[in-house]
């Protein structure tokens, strides 16, 4: 015979008996269940948080520890995707049981949260130990709704779930308040990001204590029936009381094959498909509201706040109305509606700039409208399980959290393929954009001037300095004279000095060429006869001048010679030689800079504006060289590419409407109540039954 499930002992267990053993074999009282249920909340609201503080510092975490953004999204997308199958082993506390999953997850995730992670010093072992974190979340994030459906019937399901909602919707609005309050406006040390990380695992840590002294969940026979009202608390226990551990075994039986099925399949996807939304904001609106707007981290987060704190809102109004009203559909389209209206509205403003009160309420609608949508929706997934069969809540939450994991995962790998441009914006534009304003003038010039600042890259220091040490009216008369004439007189230097040097010998020469010619052929002057002297000395001018001319001649018969045998060239510079004669002095820094002279010219009307260039670190311009064209141009695609991303999450909230007719409840709220007043009929029927055959 089947043995029936023993009532618990009188006796009260031990301390370390209950560490372990937290199952009640009583529905609890009102007080402890709502302590039950906030100490979820608690939980979910830790353990979002800690899985998303890295959204706060998600730009600083990419540059400390060299990740592009591609490797950032994919960490996300790889730890959802282990997360997922974390959420597929949570399906196991059906059998197991959910509270010590919860407790000892708590535990484990502020560790690693608090200590291990911040000690990460590159991408790769950041990556694992976020991997290993990511299961854990996913184990534990699938048990925690499990226990809020446990301890809430359906009539009051809707505030429940919405507390339980409003867990990852506070843990964003706690990223975002803790960011915006501990993060400095400007931030100067690399790790600052390991701060933000030490504070959450520390919360974690501190709501592990509260969790493993007192958290409980419900016996098996307990939580593997349907419980519509409070009033069903009697029936439930008697039916417990008689419940077999065959039975039990029985409802568990081939738990996938019961709820694998398009209502529970479908109706997850597109809730997952419409969150597409939401993960982005939390993965990534510090990124695109300081990428595309230009918001400092500080304030990225400060609209962070009012994202999440309406969302908060929303989620708690909303469970209390739906259950006031007994129905969850009408809740949902009025909510998806109005966040896919919000989402249109706010996807438009990228490439704008509007301001920041102007976002924050744009935010606060659509999150808004994603709370009306969501808390109803995860009210009546619960339902729509136990429609099927309640003792397999967990698996069937287990299924919503693979699915919803999986989508995330899929979505992250697309979004790097769809938005390539925030690595070089995030990595890169920040610099870029402190250069671009301390040397805005100079960068300016350089950009405007390519070739005047090509050709004074070419030109040496030295060369630079030696043309500044010239006079401007020397290098301006240098630069009225041809290069071949200057080129001639500087192969010609000597004969020119002997020309001016001997000029009244060689107009005498000059003049009287024969005359000359004839005294050359005597090698010694004292053999010329005296006739012929004579009339040597009348050419050159007659008297003492004649014979110092003819004495002069005599004693520089060399030079004069060279001056006549480069007569020709001469002649050819001979209409320069004013400007010869002005800058011969500084014939030795002209030869210096000859080289150069093209690019000396280039350079000439832009002294002031090079000088100025030359002042800027060279570190400046190698960085500006290698990544500000890569910065614009991600800068100008940046906007179009983020609207693409949003009018994909617009389809997905589409989907979501559309998938509403699937899940179970009614719309109009009169139904809804026929409904709960022929199930209190059916209770008192059998509560009445179960006493007459007591």
């Known amino acids: 015979m089947a043995r029936v499930v023993a009532p618990p002992a009188p006796s009260r267990p031990g301390f370390l008996a209950s560490i372990w053993n937290r199952q009640l074999n009583h529905y609890p009282d009102t007080a402890p269940r709502v302590m039950y249920l906030a100490i979820t909340v608690l939980a979910t609201v830790t353990l979002y948080y800690e899985l998303y503080v890295g959204g706060s510092v998600a730009t600083l975490l990419l540059v400390n520890l060299h990740m592009s953004f591609t490797f950032y999204v994919l960490t996300l997308a790889f730890g959802a995707l282990i997360g997922a199958f974390g959420s597929l082993f949570a399906g196991l506390t059906d059998r197991l049981g959910r509270a010590n999953l919860v407790v000892f997850g708590l535990l484990f995730t502020g560790v690693f949260v608090a200590f291990v992670l911040p000690a990460m010093t590159n991408k790769w072992a950041f990556t694992i130990a976020w991997f290993v974190v990511s299961f854990v979340e996913g184990v534990c994030l699938v048990a925690t709704p499990a226990l809020i459906r446990d301890f809430s019937p359906q009539v009051g399901r809707a505030t429940a779930i919405g507390f339980w909602t409003s867990g990852p919707v506070l843990g964003s609005l706690i990223v975002a308040v803790v960011g915006s309050a501990t993060i400095p406006a400007v931030v100067t040390d690399p790790r600052f990001w390991t701060h933000e990380y030490h504070i959450s695992g520390v919360a974690g840590l501190v709501v592990f204590v509260i969790a493993f002294l007192g958290l ?30 065959a039975d039990i075994e029985a409802a568990l039986k081939h738990p996938f094959r019961q709820l694998l099925k398009p209502d529970i399949i479908i109706s997850a996807i597109a809730v997952s498909i419409m969150l597409l939304i939401y993960y982005t904001a939390v993965g990534f609106s510090l990124i695109y509201l300081t990428t595309v707007f230009g918001f400092s981290v500080k304030n990225a987060n400060g609209l962070g706040n009012w994202n999440w704190g309406f969302n908060v809102i929303a989620v708690i109004l909303v469970g209390f109305v739906s259950d006031r009203f007994r129905v969850r559909k009408p809740f949902m389209v009025l909510g998806g509606v109005l966040a896919a209206v919000m989402t249109v509205i706010y996807l438009e403003q990228a490439g704008h700039h509007p301001g920041y009160y102007t976002l924050a309420v744009m935010l606060a609608l659509l999150a808004f409208g994603l709370g009306v949508a969501y808390t109803p929706w995860m009210a009546s997934y619960t339902e729509t399980v136990e429609a ?78 030696t043309a500044q040490s010239i006079p401007p009216t020397v290098l301006a008369t240098a630069q009225t004279i041809p290069p071949t004439v200057l080129a001639t007189a500087q192969a010609n230097a000597t ?128 960085y500006m060289n290698a990544h500000a064209a890569a910065v614009q141009k991600a800068a100008a695609q940046t906007a179009s590419q983020w609207k693409t991303w949003y009018w994909i999450c617009f389809g997905g909230i589409i989907f979501f409407l559309l998938s509403i007719p699937l899940l179970r409840g009614r719309w109009r709220p009169r139904d809804a109540r026929r409904d709960e007043a022929e199930h209190e009929t059916m209770v008192d029927a059998e509560l009445a039954k179960l006493k007459t055959t007591a």
């Open 495 to 622: 004969q020119l000095a002997n020309a001016q040097k001997f000029a009244p010998e060689l107009a005498a020469i000059q003049a009287n060429p024969a005359l000359f010619a004839k005294l050359a052929t005597y090698s010694n002057p004292a053999a010329i006869p005296p006739a012929l002297a004579a009339q040597a000395i009348s050419a050159a001018g007659g008297g003492a001048q004649g014979l110092k001319i003819l004495t002069t001649i005599a004693a520089n018969k060399a030079a004069i010679s060279g001056v006549i045998a480069a007569a020709p060239a001469l002649k050819t510079v001979a209409t320069y030689a004013a400007q010869l004669t002005t800058i011969a002095p500084y014939s030795a820094q002209l030869t210096t800079i000859a080289p150069y002279s093209a690019e000396l010219t280039a350079m000439a009307p832009y002294g002031p504006q090079l000088t100025a260039l030359s002042k800027v670190p060279p570190g400046v311009l190698a």
């Open 216 to 245: 409980r969940e419900l016996s098996p026979a307990l939580r593997d029936q349907l419980m519509v009202t409070l009033r069903d608390r009697a029936l439930i226990e008697a039916r417990a009381k008689g419940m077999t551990e």
């Open 388 to 465: 099927r069969n309640p003792a397999l809540t967990a698996t069937g939450l287990a299924i919503w959290g693979w699915i919803i994991r999986i989508v995330v995962f899929i979505a992250y790998l697309c979004l790097p393929l769809v938005i390539n441009t925030v690595t070089p914006l995030v990595n890169y534009g920040p610099a870029v954009s402190a250069y671009a304003t301390q040397y805005s003038s100079q960068l300016a010039f350089a950009q405007s001037h390519p070739t005047v600042v090509a050709a004074a890259q070419k030109v040496p220091p030295p060369v630079v300095a």
